[in-house]
């Protein structure tokens, strides 16, 4: 499996990021477009820190293997391939059964600089954040600091994390149980308790 150096960083204004990354020389990959996924992870997967995601990118679908040994810089752990139909794979894993648990809506922009990433990240009832990725450790601390960052800020793991950190009260189970995370849906119940 292909080990994934990136970090994220919460509660940032995605404008001032965007002027950043112009003055830093990156360019625009992918504008701002809307992401599907599914959620797959039956109680084996969540024994194993991991679960299967079936993604479709917009211009491109994805069926994806990942895997945290830890929430550090260099934790995850993912295998994907593409796929040529959203909803029939999903259907398939069903079919084989693994059935998904969630459905979820997000944005993503997508810039690069020089051997990395940066994803400006929107999702249903969570603050702006940003992802940079990159191909080794010192990569991703080099273009967080060109983006004016201070590491002790960076987050690790998935969405849940930067989740966990928004409505502090959630356990990493609770996360596991919002079935559809829209744009268009009301503020669960389960994150209403930390307003």
């Known amino acids: 499996m292909k080990t994934e150096f990136e970090a994220k ?17 990156a360019t625009l990959r992918h504008p701002m477009r809307l992401m599907r996924r599914a959620i797959i992870d039956n109680g084996r997967l969540r024994e194993e820190n991991a679960f299967l995601r079936v993604r479709d990118e ?7 293997y990942k895997q945290f040994s830890e929430l550090s810089i260099d934790g995850a752990q993912e295998r994907e391939i593409t796929v040529s139909d959203f909803s029939e794979t999903i ?6 059964g ?3 648990r969630s459905i979820q809506e997000s944005k993503r922009e997508t810039w690069a600089f020089k051997n990395g990433e940066i994803m400006l990240d929107e999702w249903p009832w969570l603050n702006p954040y ?5 191909d080794s450790k010192e990569s991703v601390k080099l273009l967080a600091s060109l983006l004016g960052f201070d590491w002790s800020g960076a987050v690790f793991g998935d969405v849940m994390a930067a ?10 189970s609770d996360t596991l149980n919002i ?7 009301p503020l669960p119940d389960l994150l209403k308790q930390a307003i």
Do not use: C, M, W
């Open 130 to 134: 940003i992802e940079i990725e990159a």
């Open 179 to 185: 079935p559809n995370v829209r744009f268009a849906d």
């Open 98 to 100: 693994l059935p998904h």
């Open 91 to 96: 259907e398939l894993l069903a079919a084989a």
């Open 163 to 172: 989740y966990r950190i928004q409505y502090p009260h959630l356990t990493n």
């Open 9 to 25: 960083f919460v509660n940032v204004n995605h404008d001032d990021i965007r002027n950043r990354l112009t003055s830093v020389g």
């Open 58 to 64: 917009g211009d491109k679908v994805t069926l994806t």
